[in-house]
């Protein structure tokens, strides 16, 4: 079994794939801003939305499929895995012409007839939704050789194919600049980027993994395992569709494209901090999998406990800074910035922390294979956000008013999941308190105020953020190394740091 050393090598792995995607990501986003202007780029983030909202059945399945594969692989049954991997081409390729056709019947309506937007950027909008659709249909037949991938833990060619498409993306957005029919243009050639990765993943697992050679496997009580427990992570990523990928609906219906611009600068900002936690997390996953199946409660727990922890106290490392003086860093970062971006950033960053939470428990739930009463209660609680947003707007309320309906979302939705972790392990509320919420809390609070009451006396200047990211990193880290961490996870961390500084000597 993969151990605490196979995780931190992974982990590496992806943090040198996320720190590179980070600063190109960011770079090109400023590019593809100023090249399609305020207005078009509100409109590709609303319709590229409503499309890539249907890749929730290729995180879903991919989720789905990599469980069975490590259970099988924790078991020796190599056998098995490749039967696996057959029936799950054979479903995903079933779903992704269903995707296909309504994603079409439905993005067609949208853009037609509800959507708010010049009148003559529609057909326009329309082949960035039949691109996107497209892209998306392969991407969910391809992801299955992605769930065998994270799978086997080959971390080190996820990285590479993460950097090849962020530098990808980056060519497309300098291109885009000096072409006709901006819009157009970059949406399909983000398609030809999006795709590039998959097609290479593809071919490297049909060369190196005996299980992708396809056979003819069929066995009733495994599909109907597989299609039932996939049926689940569905049915909860439809939910997270219609509130995610709705309420940007929402926006646009009540306060235009420019509205959807601001969310889609947030969203970048969003995406960029949220790999640091959930490069992290990659590397974990398959690893509670596999202990649950191997039956060590214990170190499931510890490692639920664990993961959580460092996933949030990651996030914190560059929330911070940025929430203390997202004023300046959008306009440093930005030539024009769309009303709203500032608190829109905020309260993407503090419904991410939230959000996170929910990463390792859901993941130990899914892989006990218990998924029907966490998702048929945790996200129809979180689906009340949709309403109550739309009543909100329909108020009066501010655009950033969706945001308190998706925390309370989400934070019902974690409350729900580990009330099911707690039957099939021995994790308790008191337990996860104190390890986990007490922690977080004291680490949260002392370096928030502390950075708070330091930012209100530095200057809002370049040299300003400087001396505020400088000082942010290690308070941040010390509170966390000091108030957050146990003996055992302290131990661990020195251990990897005296590690690396081993090899950087070397």
């Known amino acids: 079994m993969t151990r605490p050393g196979n995780i931190a090598r992974n ?28 207005t078009d780029y509100g409109i590709y983030n609303v319709v590229a939305g409503v499309s890539t909202s249907f ?17 099988e692989m924790e078991r020796g049954t190599p056998q ?57 249909s392969f991407m969910l037949v391809a992801s299955v050789y992605e769930s065998l991938l994270v799978a086997r833990e080959n971390m080190k060619l996820y990285a590479y194919l993460g950097i090849a498409d962020a530098f990808g993306k980056l060519a497309i957005a300098i291109a885009v600049i000096y072409m006709p029919h901006k ?24 060369r190196h993994y005996p299980e992708t050679r396809l056979q003819w496997f069929w ?10 427990f996939t049926g689940w992570n569905v049915y909860g990523s439809v939910i997270w569709m219609v509130n995610e990928q709705g309420i940007s609906i929402l926006l646009n219906l009540f306060f235009g494209p420019v509205v959807n611009a601001a969310r889609g600068v947030a969203t970048s900002v969003n995406n960029a901090v949220n790999n640091f936690s959930t490069q992290f997390f990659t590397a974990v996953r ?52 769309p009303e709203w971006t500032v608190p829109f950033v905020i309260w993407t960053l503090v419904y991410t922390m939230v959000n996170s939470l929910n990463n390792p428990t859901y993941t130990a739930v899914s892989a006990t294979g218990h998924l029907r009463y966490s998702v048929l209660v945790g996200s129809n ?16 309320a501010p655009p950033m008013a969706v945001y308190p309906m998706l925390i309370a979302g989400r934070f019902a939705f974690f409350i729900v999941t580990i009330s099911r972790l707690r039957r099939y392990s021995s994790v308790t509320y008191r337990d996860y308190l104190l390890k986990i919420g007490w922690p977080v809390f004291r680490v949260l609070a002392v370096s928030g105020v502390t950075m708070y009451l330091l930012n209100s006396i530095v200057p809002q200047n370049l040299a300003g953020l400087a001396g505020v990211v400088l000082c942010s990193l290690p308070v941040s880290a010390a509170c966390a190394y000091v108030l957050g961490l146990s003996a055992a996870e302290k131990s661990f961390a020195r251990s990897k740091i005296n590690q690396l500084i081993d090899k950087f000597r070397r």
């Open 11 to 38: 982990t590496l792995f992806l943090y040198i794939r996320m720190f590179i995607t980070l600063c190109v990501t960011l770079f090109t986003s400023r590019i593809v801003i100023g090249a399609l202007g305020e």
């Open 55 to 71: 890749v929730f059945f290729s995180s879903a399945l991919s989720t789905s499929t990599q469980r069975f594969f490590n259970f």
């Open 80 to 136: 098995r895995v490749r039967g696996i991997f057959s029936m799950s081409l054979f479903i995903y390729g079933t779903l992704a012409l269903l995707v296909l056709a309504a994603g079409l019947s439905l993005g067609e309506w949208l853009v037609s007839d509800k959507l708010v937007m010049p009148p003559d950027r529609r057909s326009d909008a329309y082949i960035v939704l039949i691109s996107m659709l497209l892209s998306l």
């Open 183 to 206: 819009l157009v243009t970059y949406a399909i050639l983000m398609v030809v980027v999006q795709l590039l990765p998959y097609v290479i993943m593809v071919l490297y697992c049909r």
């Open 219 to 228: 066995e009733k009580g495994l599909f109907k395992e597989m299609f039932g």
């Open 286 to 337: 398959p690893q509670i999998v596999k202990r649950y199946a191997a039956g060590e409660d214990d170190s499931l727990k510890s490692l639920v406990y664990s993961s959580t922890k460092f996933t949030i106290f990651l996030l914190w490392l560059l929330c911070l800074p940025i929430m203390l003086r997202t004023d300046y860093i959008m306009h440093l970062w930005l030539k024009s910035v």
């Open 381 to 396: 609680l979180f689906l009340l956000a949709f309403p109550l947003s739309y009543a909100a707007l329909k108020l009066g």
